[in-house]
């Protein structure tokens, strides 16, 4: 963007953090609210989205719908006062359907009885994730964080929100405990999926795209989300491995998935290290982004290694 657009882009931001709430508010007026607002949010690697909160009374889970999807492409549109009542009233919609079907359960948020079933993992980059981490509670595992986080449904949608040093002193027990208690639930929720490539492509097509001969492996959950903290698995390296016949190198080719690539099919590191980045700089949103960093298998150690 130029000066002009990153302006431009600021004045509709903080028109629609102005205007959005009360806007919002109005159209939920049969609905006990405590209070609507607006608030940047951060995600992954660092890219900050606008959230607007609807908080009702007497519950503690407060939706949160975030304002970027909602805004036409074409800045000139928002001269037009009716590009703001279409967007609050599309809100204003979605809002009234994540009221409606707020699950029971989740109304206690962060609810030490309900780590056994809530607390979850998610694997970001440290060096992109700085100030997300500042106040996150994380275990270290090369350049990247294996995040704590608390899982919730709202609106009919799995979501999920970090687990802040606050709440972490609050639960009064120690990472490794939570650690541990987070990975089961994650491997409950999200189970290990290895497969070739080609048979990956086949079935999300239905068959429609023809087989190819790929040497790629995909690596990730039967979810086909937040694969990537598959490789934290108990077992998984060397499961891949087993599956492969020989050491191999992981690709991330974003926080979804991993690929994996037998040694003797690398072209070379310096290829797969571009591969990498071109992923990353083209192919990818932002917030997808795992990490530019290129793993090998060492099968005598049992570990990843950064090349």
């Not at 609507?36 to 889970?61: F, I, R, W």
């Not at 999807?69 to 703001?84: G, Q, V």
């Not at 999200?190 to 497969?195: A, D, K, N, Q, V």
């Not at 949103?285 to 290694?305: G, H, I, K, S």
Request: glycine share 6%; with cysteine; net charge negative.
């Amino acid at each position: 963007m130029n000066v002009d657009e990153l302006q431009r882009h600021k004045d509709i931001r903080n028109d629609a953090k102005n205007r959005l709430p009360d806007m919002i508010r109005e159209r939920l007026g049969d609905y006990q609210l405590e209070s609507v607002y607006a608030h940047d949010v951060m995600k992954n690697n660092s890219q900050v989205l606008l959230g607007v909160t609807v908080v009702p009374k007497e519950q503690d889970m407060a939706p949160c719908i975030y304002v970027e999807p909602y805004l036409p492409p074409d800045p000139a549109r928002f001269s037009d006062e009716r590009i703001w009542d279409g967007i609050a009233e599309r809100m204003a919609r979605d809002f009234r359907y994540a009221l409606e079907v707020i699950e029971p359960d989740q109304v206690e948020l962060f609810d030490e009885n309900g780590l056994e079933e809530k607390l979850i993992l998610e694997l970001i980059s440290r060096d992109r994730n700085r100030e997300l981490l500042e106040n996150g509670v994380y275990k270290e595992y090369l350049d990247l964080a294996a995040v704590l986080r608390w899982e919730m449904i709202c609106g009919g949608r799995i979501g999920s929100v970090s687990v802040s040093k606050p709440v972490f002193r609050k639960w009064g027990r120690s990472l490794d405990e939570l650690y541990q208690i987070a990975l089961r639930n994650t491997m409950r929720k999200y189970p290990l999926r290895i497969e070739p490539l080609r048979d990956v492509i086949e079935d999300l097509s239905q068959g429609l795209l023809p087989s190819t001969d790929s040497p790629f492996f995909y690596v990730g959950t039967e979810r086909g989300i937040q694969g990537s903290i598959a490789i934290l698995y108990p077992g998984a390296l060397r499961e891949i491995y087993r599956r492969i016949g020989e050491e191999y190198y992981i690709i991330p080719s974003s926080i979804n998935e991993l690929l994996a690539l037998p040694a003797q099919d690398v072209a070379g590191l310096e290829y797969l290290k571009d591969l990498i980045s071109e992923i990353n700089s083209n192919m990818l949103e932002r917030t997808e982004v795992l990490t530019d960093a290129l793993y090998v298998y060492r099968p005598d150690l049992d570990e990843l290694e950064i090349v």
